[in-house]
């Protein structure tokens, strides 16, 4: 039964724990106690009349009993049984009951069981940054380089009792410009692990770049006019983009998204989308590409960057070059990207970089206590022109799509994937690199 018609479970929950007879109940308003209990079991659906004259004589408000009431504490609640340890599973189908019972160890429970996943991601956000981020260990080595220089000056002039006063003067201005060295360096430090949210504590331009992009949704609308437009101009002014790094990947990134534009308009790639979705064929961005004259990798960026439309699903995107690491991320639900360090190596997006210009398909299942399921779709191609005697760039890249959204995706064999090793709980992966320091 659908939760939004459970309005009579939570009615008789909220009298049992009131003590009202159903007789009294249906006394007070108005109605057979026959009639209130078909009501009570779901097989009725009370009117409005009833609904209000049910919350007034029970003395809570009226939306708390209308249908579809409560919903999103119920998906809450389940979300939380499903992150319960095995053994120690509650009584899911009886979420409705508690609820209607107890609704504020109900809402007590639900903000806990997210208040825990929020945590869990911050957790692995910050040991995947303690352990790869390189900007962490210069910032680390210049504390330590200053600290070393304090004391090595302090020693001298603590052990020196005859020293020259010229010499005295020299190691005292010494101290003073380490000691200052020491203090930057730690405040610096200090502001770059005070990262109490996803923004917070940029360590370098390509995070201030993926910072600017969310703002935008990941679509810059002055890019489909198909007129001319001043890149740089876009880019100016922007609270993400502090650096001058930043803002040169912010131009390089909406050159090319500029020309993914002009190569799929959304006039003409837009409807094609929706009918597709809409009717449930089959997904096929080999099919799409060929289409509109286009390569996959541009049809996988310019799906990742477009406007939200609630036909269309989210897609997500990943980009790595020949040597693995990753140089954007288009983040989607339930696909977490490290920022620092190797990701996991059974992504397709590297098995494309094994076989460059041959796309991969694949069903992955991202490991965590809620496994989420996509499809994904990868191609490595040449970037930049073709050359005798140059070194070959190759670029890889990954389309995530929900699972739910591509109708063939359960006839395809599972992947079990991760983010990296060092936060992935899955055991007796033939590709991990170091233990885990998480466990389902």
Same mark, same amino acid.
């Given at each position: 039964?659908?939760?939004?018609?459970?309005?009579?479970?939570?009615?008789?929950?909220?009298?049992?724990?009131?003590?009202?007879?159903?007789?009294?109940?249906?006394?007070?308003?108005?109605?057979?106690?026959?009639?209130?209990?078909?009501?009570?079991?779901?097989?009725?659906?009370?009117?409005?009349?009833?609904?209000?004259?049910?919350?007034?004589?029970?003395?809570?408000?009226?939306?708390?009993?209308?249908?579809?009431?409560?919903?999103?504490?119920?998906?809450?609640?389940?979300?939380?049984?499903?992150?319960?340890?095995?053994?120690?599973?509650?009584?899911?189908?009886?979420?409705?009951?508690?609820?209607?019972?107890?609704?504020?160890?109900?809402?007590?429970?639900?903000?806990?069981?997210?208040?825990?996943?929020?945590?869990?991601?911050?957790?692995?956000?910050?040991?995947?940054?303690?352990?790869?981020?390189?900007?962490?260990?210069?910032?680390?080595?210049?504390?330590?380089?200053?600290?070393?220089?304090?004391?090595?000056?302090?020693?001298?002039?603590?052990?020196?009792?005859?020293?020259?006063?010229?010499?005295?003067?020299?190691?005292?201005?010494?101290?003073?410009?380490?000691?200052?060295?020491?203090?930057?360096?730690?405040?610096?430090?200090?502001?770059?692990?005070?990262?109490?949210?996803?923004?917070? $504590?940029? #360590?370098? &331009?390509?995070?201030? =770049?993926?910072?600017? @992009?969310?703002? +935008? *949704?990941?679509? !810059?609308? %002055?890019?489909?006019?198909?007129?001319?437009?001043?890149?740089?101009?876009?880019?100016?002014?922007?609270?993400?983009?502090?650096?001058?790094?930043?803002?040169?990947?912010?131009?390089?990134?909406?050159?090319?998204?500029?020309?993914?534009?002009?190569?799929?308009?959304?006039?003409?790639?837009?409807?094609?989308?929706?009918?597709?979705?809409?009717?449930?064929?089959?997904?096929?961005?080999?099919?799409?590409?060929?289409?509109?004259?286009?390569?996959?990798?541009?049809?996988?960026?310019?799906?990742?960057?477009?406007?939200?439309?609630?036909?269309?699903?989210?897609?997500?995107?990943?980009?790595?070059?020949?040597?693995?690491?990753?140089?954007?991320?288009?983040?989607?639900?339930?696909?977490?990207?490290?920022?620092? $360090?190797? #990701?996991? &190596?059974?992504?397709? =997006?590297?098995?494309? @970089?094994?076989? +460059? *210009?041959?796309? !991969?398909? %694949?069903?992955?299942?991202?490991?965590?206590?809620?496994?989420?399921?996509?499809?994904?779709?990868?191609?490595?191609?040449?970037?930049?022109?073709?050359?005798?005697?140059?070194?070959?760039?190759?670029?890889?890249?990954?389309?995530?799509?929900?699972?739910?959204?591509?109708?063939?995706?359960?006839?395809?064999?599972?992947?079990?994937?991760?983010?990296?090793?060092?936060?992935?709980?899955?055991?007796?992966?033939?590709?991990?690199?170091?233990?885990?320091?998480?466990?389902?």
């Amino acid at each position: 039964m659908p939760k939004s018609a459970l309005s009579g479970t939570r009615i008789r929950a909220l009298r049992t724990a009131r003590r009202i007879g159903q007789a009294d109940l249906a006394r007070l308003v108005g109605v057979s106690p026959s009639y209130l209990n078909l009501i009570e079991h779901n097989r009725r659906r009370a009117s409005s009349r009833v609904i209000e004259a049910i919350a007034e004589a029970l003395q809570i408000p009226a939306a708390t009993l209308q249908e579809g009431a409560g919903d999103e504490q119920l998906a809450a609640l389940r979300a939380a049984a499903a992150r319960a340890q095995p053994g120690a599973a509650p009584e899911i189908d009886r979420a409705e009951e508690f609820a209607g019972r107890f609704p504020g160890w109900a809402a007590l429970l639900a903000h806990l069981a997210a208040h825990s996943e929020m945590q869990e991601r911050i957790v692995e956000r910050l040991s995947d940054r303690m352990a790869h981020d390189p900007n962490l260990s210069a910032s680390l080595h210049e504390i330590v380089s200053a600290v070393t220089a304090v004391q090595s000056t302090a020693a001298i002039l603590a052990e020196s009792e005859d020293l020259d006063p010229e010499w005295r003067a020299r190691f005292h201005r010494n101290v003073h410009a380490d000691s200052v060295r020491l203090a930057n360096a730690a405040e610096t430090l200090v502001a770059f692990l005070d990262t109490s949210s996803e923004e917070a $504590g940029l #360590a370098a &331009p390509q995070e201030e =770049l993926e910072s600017w @992009l969310e703002r +935008q *949704g990941y679509h !810059v609308a %002055a890019l489909e006019d198909g007129a001319s437009v001043d890149i740089a101009a876009l880019t100016q002014g922007q609270a993400e983009l502090a650096s001058v790094a930043s803002r040169q990947l912010a131009e390089g990134w909406l050159i090319r998204a500029r020309d993914d534009a002009r190569a799929l308009p959304l006039a003409q790639l837009m409807p094609v989308l929706s009918r597709l979705f809409a009717s449930g064929q089959a997904f096929a961005p080999d099919v799409l590409a060929q289409r509109f004259g286009v390569s996959l990798a541009r049809l996988f960026r310019r799906l990742a960057t477009l406007p939200v439309q609630q036909t269309i699903p989210r897609f997500g995107l990943v980009v790595c070059d020949g040597s693995g690491t990753i140089t954007f991320r288009r983040p989607v639900d339930g696909f977490q990207l490290p920022r620092f $360090g190797g #990701a996991c &190596p059974l992504w397709p =997006l590297y098995e494309a @970089l094994l076989q +460059q *210009g041959r796309p !991969v398909r %694949a069903f992955v299942e991202f490991s965590g206590r809620l496994p989420a399921r996509f499809v994904a779709h990868a191609v490595a191609d040449r970037r930049g022109p073709l050359q005798f005697e140059a070194p070959n760039a190759w670029e890889s890249s990954m389309l995530l799509t929900p699972a739910g959204a591509v109708p063939d995706a359960g006839s395809l064999p599972t992947r079990l994937v991760g983010s990296n090793c060092r936060v992935c709980p899955r055991a007796g992966c033939a590709a991990r690199r170091e233990p885990s320091i998480v466990s389902v």
